[in-house]
């Protein structure tokens, strides 16, 4: 069965026919073309499919496409303000958070989220936060730092425009 | 300035944190069709019809194929690259590997047909309109039962399901060092089975060119070249000149994409077949019953010592698990990436290794980060912590005592191996004084106040990477070479670009490989571009594993670059009017030897393509090189593990409360990138020691662990932070020193933790602890002589 569904992605209003079964994380990177997220299992353990549904960190495998009807999504893509890369995008290389890269957008997403409820967390809240997202690559020891340097740049970014 | 040894960030980050990698299922071919894979629910059946007639029919099907219409078109079956002989000369035994299952089932995931269709989702819709007539019959997933009299048969031309029964060594010397030894040592132990999981689930999209009868294979692969080889020459007949294979970013590997798999081929000749393109993307539950798995061997070892405590003998029996098929490169790992580094870092003098691979209804068992050296590495640190404790002594000081002198090098093993270099001590004391190894005793008994039991375990390592000399490797029955290509092509302007046969699923090479060239040719690091992933671009590759890029893919870089420099300074001679031999190149500059005379790198590729004044009849104009380096020997990294573990009694849960590694890999050229490199490679081990365990249901060979829900992979809140060190002893045959560092922190880390874990059960009669030691292992282990009694 076909429906239409209106959302906002990344700023912008978009509109589609997706199958009633079509995924949200299917809409943003089949029809919509944003292939930054990612789909890494069919369990939703992994995390590499983590955007942002009205500003709430959530794996876009566990949505319906349907189920953004008019709900605002921003994905990896629109993490920069143009050139200029996020600071926790900064903190991710030059801390060497990533190696394939492939769970680095669903990282990325899930620490804002982590770092917005939680402005200066500890190794251990970090730790325990990314239970929602594997990497097989870094041990996590680099994106621990990453964050919390991350965080540490958002608070900095936070108190000079204050 | 130099490059070597900068921590410079990666160049390849930029894409990856904006979203803009392109991962093979990102690419999408105009007039796309999907496959879906139908694959075996059952590990072990006869198919006695499969009816496609509905399936076909459905909507959005383009085309339902199984092994007939293979067959029809003359499809050869996927090819092992390695020929093991059995101890007595006679051939491993190869029973066919087709691309769709022919006639029989040999484990649950064996792909049958494949539906075509427009979308994705009618191609899983039609999927489940073939009806398939399975005769089930009984299955083996273990290979202690699989060797047993009368056990099923995988494949009825294999009897007792036994593919090889190869040794290395002298039985006669071994039994005879063993009888005169003043003890001997003994452990039975399980290498347990592991899903590789690269976090990018493999996918493959088929394409075809009818205007020049060209395929194009995009595929999540380690090595396009060699996949370019196997699929062309042995399975789809198909020339290299007409076949490129891509593999664009690909999101892990640690072994499982190095292999030829089915569904290559399935999309290559179905895309050729329908003149469309044809994508497959493996959902997570494909991956863990598709994907080659790794380790799983079943073993028995023995170590003699003598009076003084030197060992004097090892012998290793080991039954490895070949699952159903033989995968391109499973038949080595269990041999010549296994037996071969049983001497580890140590002195024994007599070592006698024989391995029995083993058929069984389950995935196809292939290299998996470290491959054959982690079950080495784990049987012997096992083993020696064993005597340690058997003996009384320090496990430290018994490995001291071992230990190859490092003024013994070269040294040559009696498995065949030779080492270069080594300094096995300085590892060890960096590791044990960052672990604070001299002060634990009193960190236990801090713990056991808090009721608690804490243990320190030690684990050293020695690594046969670079891997590998193609005459050595070929008289050991590779089907392969395993040299490397690289060009370099200097623009006129100045800037590189370098098409290396390595690739990059993570290790960064597009920034080590660059700080390699802007060191070598004296430019800035940032008019360096490094391609790699496209056999029509690269001249040619045999990609990535064995932790041999840097020491193989970079020494044919800096092969090329010698031939670049070559050529530079006979284009200076000729423009500075000097003899070539007075030439001097340095930091970009071709200098006349004593004088402030010089042209730099620029004007020399300027002149290159711009030839006014060229020396025309002695060089070709342009200023482009390619080499092909075929190493001299293996490498040799090795380092020393400290483990500390601290366990609760009352429900077995385990925390680790420190883990210091230290590491020799040689020459460093960006530390960076190595430090994230082996934090991975603890991240596996410590997994495969505590977390992941392939679990196989015995009586029906049913995969039990096929999903994140079942299969333990490590979270963050399950590993702790790593301390790294290094110490550098430089490798002696190439002309970087460097060793390789990919995979040590998979080879180390198991016997690391499982040691610090038997050494925390002191005091309850604790010799040794599966892995994965799971709280309830470890826990069982605390109680086993009360429940023994009970």
Redesign the interface.
Known sequence: MQKTVSLTVNGKPVSATV?G?TLLVQLL??TLG??????????S??G?CVVHVDGEAVKSCTLLAVQAEGRSVK???D??DGDT?HPM?EA???N?A????????GM?MSALDLVKNNPDPT??E???Y??G????????????LAIKAGAAAMRGAKVAAE | MTEIGNPVRRREDYRFITGQGTYTDDINRPHQLYAYILRSPHASARIDGIDTAAATKAAGVVAVYTDKDMAADGIGGLPCGWLIHSKDGSPMLEPPHPVLASGRVRHVGDPVAVVIAETLGQARDAAELVALNYAVEPAVAGVAEAVKPGAPLVHAEVPGNICYDWHLGDPGAIAAALGTAARVVRLDLTNNRLVPNAMEPRAAIGDFDRATGEHTLYTTSQNPHVIRLLMGAFVLHIPEAKLRVVAPDVGGGFGSKIYHYAEEAIVTWAAGKLKRPVKWTAERVESFMSDAHGRDHVTHVELGLDRDNKFVALKVSTLANMGGYLSTFATCIPTYLYATLLAGTYTTPVIYAEVKAVFTHTVPVDAYRGAGRPEATFLLERIVDLAADELGVDPAELRRKNFIPTDAFPYQTPVALQYDSGDYFSTLDLATKAADYAAFEARRTEAAGRGKLRGIGIATYIEACGIAPSAVVGSLGARAGLFEAAQVRVHPTGSVTVLTGSHSHGQGHETTFAQLVADGLGIPIEQVEIVHGDSAKIPYGMGTYGSRSLAVGGTAIIKAMDKIVAKGKKIAAHLLEAAEADIEFKDGQFTVAGTDRAKSIGEIALTAYVPHNFPHEELEPGLDETAFYDPKNFTFPSGAYVAEVEIDPDTGRLEIVNFTASDDFGRIVNPMIVAGQVHGGLAQGIGQALLEGCVYDKSTGQLLTASYNDYAMPRADDLPSFALSTHATLCTHNPLGVKGCGEAGAIGAPAAISNAIVDALKGHGVRHVEMPATPEKIWRAIHQQQLAAE
């Open positions: 199958e079964r990177r089949e944003l292939t930054g997220t990612h789909v890494g299992c069919d369990t353990q992994c590499a994905t990896i893509e993490v920069a890369l995008q991710f290389r030059d060497h990533l190696q394939c890269g492939f769970c680095t957008p990325i190794d251990r970090i730790r325990e990314l239970e997202n594997l990497c097989r690559c870094t041990g996590y020891h680099n994106i621990v």
